[in-house]
């Protein structure tokens, strides 16, 4: 919905396929709400980014939602490659 209101055909397009693609380490993220320290920082980003809608701010919603992105893959790495944990930090997703 977010990708959508861009109202840009081809971000939207492209948004569906990586997300199809990207399902695992998506649906893995959302592991993170069970840590207590994560899911408030998490809900927060969420409102920052819906506060960002409201107000048509394109440029910090890219900055939080690329942000946020980024997060749960270095934690989707960070479990399932802990060795390569000193790097993970480092992805540039």
């Known amino acids: ?3 959508d209101a861009v109202g840009n055909v081809y971000i939207s ?3 569906k396929e990586l997300r199809s693609v990207s399902v695992i380490i998506r649906n893995f993220s959302y ?3 069970s840590i207590p320290e994560m899911k408030h920082q998490l809900l ?3 409102n920052q980014m ?3 809608l409201k107000k048509g701010d394109r440029s910090r919603i890219r900055e ?3 942000s946020h992105i980024r997060a749960g893959v270095n934690y ?3 479990v399932f ?3 390569e944990d000193p790097l993970a930090e480092n992805y540039d997703v």
Do not use: A, N, Q
Request: glycine share 4%; net charge positive.
């Open 1 to 3: 919905m977010i990708f």
């Open 13 to 15: 397009k492209l948004t």
């Open 31 to 33: 592991s993170r709400y």
């Open 44 to 46: 927060d980003e969420h």
């Open 50 to 52: 819906i506060v960002c």
């Open 64 to 66: 939080l939602s690329g």
């Open 76 to 78: 989707y790495l960070r």
């Open 81 to 83: 490659f802990p060795k």
